[in-house]
């Protein structure tokens, strides 16, 4: 597919929001069978029946990853295999029939090609990846429906912060959850972010940058803030809670405990983290394929503020993300084989 041009992009001014694409992958599962190879077709809208299982049910999960310019002047994927891992457990959780991890890695490539030259330059950001799929068939009983439709679309972007230099003012909010241990908090289902969207909103309104949620389970244990993962920090003890079926299961996550203790020697626990430890930390970060890692500067819980500690390039969170940064820009060697090229040097 070769229409659309790209001229219209102000690369030195990209934030977090849609940037319509020349392309987008489709496919469909028709009678809860297999997936049907899809296609590539223009980047549009779509038709979906009023009764959809989607609509009506919620019954959709979605992905997030992201493409990267690198210093060898070719685009890369990074780990894109653990979000077809997710995608795969995901779509097990909700019933819907099962995206395989070569079907889903051949759909976010084929979608990538069409439409690499979308990726922005080298330090202006990352070409931000979104497979989703839904139950496109009706339903008016609660069931999994008979028909699915799948699509990977694309949209440049830059940091989902706007100010990405400031550090996060959160919210520690006693008044909702966002997901149930047995619930679906651990995959990718559209009905978790709707959950925080309220709580979200109203903490926004009070100036607030995103909202740290707490387990359902046990209050005085932290879970993760809306759209990523939460790591704390005390001298050499990185803590980070561990996955109980509340939290999503981070590829940034995954990545920073392992850079964390193979490439920093810190210590790195996946345990309970309790409000007591957020409020004592050193340093508190959140991680994420759309946040990076990002420092969090103050945490308000109960009315009352907690400024927490170090900031600057001092901080070991500003030292992650520098390490990651520099293995997903292939600036730094990649000593964990992360990177899977798709375009030739
Ligand atoms: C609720 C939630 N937690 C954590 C994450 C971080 O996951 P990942 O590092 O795979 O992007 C995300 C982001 O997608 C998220 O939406």
């Known amino acids: 597919m070769d229409s659309g041009s790209i001229d219209f992009i102000d690369w030195d001014n990209l934030g977090f929001d849609v940037v319509e694409t020349r392309s987008m992958y489709y496919a469909t599962c028709h009678k809860k069978k297999e997936w049907e190879e899809g296609n590539i077709i223009p980047y549009g809208t779509i038709e979906l029946s009023p009764a959809a299982g989607v609509l009506n049910y919620g019954q959709g999960v979605f992905e997030g990853t992201k493409a990267f310019r690198t210093m060898k002047d070719r685009v890369i994927l990074f780990r894109p295999e653990l979000n077809a891992t997710r995608m ?33 330059p080298l330090g202006k950001g990352s070409l931000y990846i979104r497979p989703i799929v839904w139950g496109t068939g009706p339903a008016l009983g609660v069931k999994p429906v008979d028909e699915y439709t799948f699509i990977v679309f694309v949209s440049p972007v830059g940091p989902y912060f706007k100010d990405n230099k400031k550090r996060l003012n959160l919210l520690v909010t006693e008044d909702y959850h966002r997901a149930a241990p047995k619930g679906i908090g651990n995959a990718k289902a559209i009905g978790n972010y709707s959950a925080s969207l ?13 909202v740290i949620f707490l387990n359902a389970s046990n209050e005085n244990m932290i879970d993760e803030i809306s759209s990523a993962n939460l790591f704390v920090l005390k001298g050499n003890i990185l803590k980070t809670p561990h996955l109980g079926g509340s939290i999503l299961p981070g590829v940034t996550r995954d990545s920073v405990i392992k850079i964390a203790d193979k490439i920093m020697n810190l210590k790195v626990q996946e345990t309970d983290v309790t409000i007591e430890e957020l409020l004592d930390a050193d340093e508190i970060f959140c991680t994420g394929t759309a946040v990076v890692v990002t420092s969090v500067g103050n945490v308000s819980f109960q009315g009352e ?16 993300k520098k390490i990651l940064l520099g293995i997903q820009q292939e600036e730094i060697e990649d000593p964990f084989g992360w990177i899977t090229p798709v375009s030739a040097p």
Do not use: V, W
């Open 305 to 320: 503020d907690h400024m927490i500690g170090i900031a600057g390039e001092r901080s070991k969170a500003e030292q992650l």
């Open 88 to 120: 795969g457990s995901s779509t097990r959780r909700l019933c819907i029939p099962e995206i395989g991890k070569d079907f889903f890695l051949s759909a976010i490539e084929q979608t990538l090609i069409d439409n690499i030259d979308y990726t922005p």
């Open 198 to 210: 309220l709580p979200l909103t109203r903490a926004k309104e009070s100036g607030f940058d995103d």
